[in-house]
C-alpha cells in the first residue's frame, strides 16, 4: 500500500490513493483477506493523523476564501477603529495620508461646485458669529478704553504714549488686550501634510493633520471661489476665540492660532520664519522627503510658540519704548516746580495780608478780635466785639488787600473803656459846639473852649455818667450873648435832626438798631427843650413818614401814617412829648426810602 503525496500542483491536498488488492489465485489466499472493518481500523491507524491535519486545513482555506470576500465591507470600519484607538496607528496614518490627500485635491478640482454648495451652509453662519464675535469685542475694547480715558491709569498709560511716541489706542490695546501663541503649523503646500506642529504648554492635545487638511481646504476653497483666478489665498480666519493667521509660501504654508489682539508685528516674523523654512528647504538633499525638515533642530527652535511671542516683543519693544528725550521730563519737572512755587508763594502772600488785618483790628479801638475764619483765596470771616461808638471797620477791611475776597463782619456789641471811644461816646452824647472841645487821656472828660451856659451846665451834669469816664475837668467859659448861643446851639441840632431818620423793612417794622436812632433824637429834643426857654423861642416838632416807588398811592399813604405814628409813639415812651403826627400827605421833599424822621419848626417865642 502506497500512497503518491497530500496534494496536487496546485497545492490542493489530494483524496488518498485508493489501495488495489489483487486477487488471489487460489483460494487459501482469498481466506486470508481481512474483514472490511479491520479495513478500516488499519486505515485509521496509517493515515488517521493525516487525514485530520488535511480537514483542519480545509477549514481554514475556507475560511480565509470567506474573510477575503468580506474584506472590502470590512475594510473602512477597521481603518476608522485603528485611527481611533488611543495613541493611534502610525502605519495606518502614513499610508492613508497620501491616497486621502489626492484624493482631497482630485474631489476639489472635480467637484468644486459640489463643495461649495456643501460649505456654503457651514460658512454663512460662521462668517456672521465671527463678525459678531468681532464687533462684541470692538466695543468692549472701545468701552474699556473710554472708561479709562480720565482715570489715573489712563493717565498714566496717556504719558507712556507721549514718552514712547506711540498712539494711545496702541498703548491702550497693549494693555488690555494680552494675546498668546497657542498653536504652530508648517503646512506641505501641496498636500496639506504636517510637516512641524508645536504647541503652548498646558493646551489639551490636538488632531494636528485634520486641522491642516482642513486649513487647506478652506485655503484651496477661498482661493478658487472667491479669488476665481487663484490669486486669492486664505490668510486669516476666526476658529472660536483663536484667530488663524496663514502665511503662504511656494512650498510649504505657516500657520499660527493666537488668542487675543496680536500685533502687526508677528505677521511680519511669519513671513520672516516661512524665508528661513524656505531657504532651510533648499539645503535638503535631491533625495530628501518634505518631511524631514520637520526633524530640522534650527526649525523646530525658531517656530516654537514662546520663542515667536518673545521676538515679536523684541520687535514691538523699541517702537513702543524708545528712549525718550529728557526734555519733556525736564520740561514737566520745572513746570510743577513753578506752579507749587507759584502756589507756595500765593499761600504765603495770602497768610501774610491775614496776618496784617489781624495786627490791625487786633489795635482799632473799640474792636476786640475773637478770631478769624480764613478758607485760602475763597472766603474770610471776621469774628469780634464792637463797641457802637467805636470807629467803623470797613476801611481797615477794604484795605486788606485780599483781592477778590470780600471780608464779612460777624459782631456783637460791648462798651469799650479806651479813650479814643469814650470821646467819641462823649461827643455823640453832648453834641458839643464848635466853640468846645472834648478830650480823654486815662478816662479823664476834659471839657475846654467857649460855649453857652445852659450847655455848660447840662453838659457837667450829664459827663459824668458817660460810661468809662472815671472824672470830668472842665475848663469851659460862658460866651457874652446867652441868647444868640442857645439860638446857634438849637440850629445845630435841628441840623442834626433833620441828618437821622428811623429805618423800616416793611410797614411799620423797623429795621434792627432802630431803638438806638430814636435814643438819640430824644436826647437832641431834650436839649432843644432845654435851650429853648434861654433862645427864647419856641419849637414844634412833627414826625412824618416816608416810602419808596412800590405800592399804590393810597397804600403807601397808610404806610407812611403808620411809620410817624411808630416814631411819635416811642418818643412819648421815653418822656418826649408834644410831637405832632403829620397828615397823610407827603411833603413835596419827601425822600424816597422807607423810614420816618422829625422835622422841627423854631418860632420867636409869644411874649
Known sequence: MTSSGF????????????????????????????????????????????????????????????????????????AVEALRSEHGNPRVAAALSEPVAQALGAAVQTHRQSLVDALFPILGPMIRKSIAEALRSLVANLNGAIESSFTVRGLKWRFEAWRGGVPYAEVVLKHRLAYGIDHVFLIERASGLVLHHASAPGLPPLDADAIAGML????????????????????????????????????????????????????????????????????????APLRSIGDDALVRERLEPSVLLRDTDEATAPVAARKPSRLPLLLIALLAIAL???????????????????????????????????????????????????????????????????????????????????ARRAARLLAPPASAAIAVHGRV??????????????????????????????????????????????????????????AFVQDDE??????????????????????????RVDVETVAYGSNDDSGGSEANARVRAQRAQWLERALVARGIAGARVADAAEPSDAPNRRGAELRTVVHEAHR
Do not use: K
Not at 519 to 534: H, M, Q, T, W, Y
Open 7 to 78: 496534494g496536487d500542483a496546485a497545492g490542493r491536498p489530494a483524496a488518498p490513493a485508493p489501495v488495489v488488492v489483487s486477487e488471489p489465485a487460489e483460494p487459501a489466499l482469498r481466506e486470508a483477506v481481512p474483514a472490511e472493518g479491520d479495513f478500516e481500523r488499519l486505515r485509521e491507524l496509517l493515515l488517521g493523523g493525516e487525514r485530520r491535519e488535511l480537514a483542519a486545513a480545509r477549514a481554514r482555506i475556507e475560511e480565509l476564501e470567506r474573510a477575503q470576500r468580506d474584506l472590502p465591507g470590512r475594510l473602512p470600519d477597521a
Open 445 to 502: 472828660l476834659r471839657l475846654s473852649g467857649t460855649a453857652p451856659q445852659p450847655w455848660i451846665d447840662a453838659a457837667l451834669a450829664r459827663a459824668p455818667w458817660i460810661a468809662g469816664v472815671a472824672r470830668v475837668e472842665s475848663t469851659l467859659a460862658p460866651t457874652g450873648d446867652a441868647v444868640a448861643d442857645a439860638r446857634a446851639e438849637i440850629a445845630r441840632i435841628v441840623a442834626e435832626l433833620q441828618a437821622r431818620h428811623v
Open 340 to 422: 507749587l512755587g507759584g502756589f507756595a508763594w500765593q499761600r504765603w502772600r495770602w497768610d501774610a495780608r491775614v496776618d496784617a488785618l489781624r495786627a490791625r483790628l487786633a489795635a482799632h479801638p473799640g474792636f476786640m478780635l475773637t478770631g478769624i475764619d480764613a478758607r485760602a483765596w475763597r472766603a474770610l470771616t471776621v469774628h469780634g466785639l464792637l463797641d457802637p461808638d467805636a470807629e467803623p471797620l470797613d476801611a481797615v477791611l477794604a484795605d486788606a488787600g485780599l483781592g477778590a475776597v470780600v471780608p464779612v463782619l460777624d459782631a456783637n456789641g460791648y462798651v469799650c473803656a479806651d479813650d479814643a471811644v469814650i
Open 510 to 535: 423797623p429795621v434792627a438798631g432802630a431803638d438806638a436812632v430814636v435814643d438819640e433824637l430824644a436826647a437832641s429834643l431834650r436839649r432843644i427843650a432845654a435851650l429853648a426857654p434861654v433862645a
Open 216 to 287: 487647506t481646504a478652506l485655503g484651496d476653497f477661498v482661493g478658487d471661489s472667491v479669488g476665481g483666478d487663484g490669486s486669492g489665498a486664505l490668510e486669516s480666519a476666526q476658529v472660536g476665540e483663536d484667530l488663524v493667521w496663514v502665511e503662504h509660501g511656494p512650498r510649504a504654508n505657516l500657520a499660527c492660532f493666537v488668542h487675543g489682539v496680536p500685533p502687526a508685528q508677528l505677521r511680519t516674523l511669519m513671513e520672516q520664519r516661512l524665508e528661513e523654512v524656505h531657504a532651510r528647504l533648499l539645503a535638503l538633499p535631491a533625495d
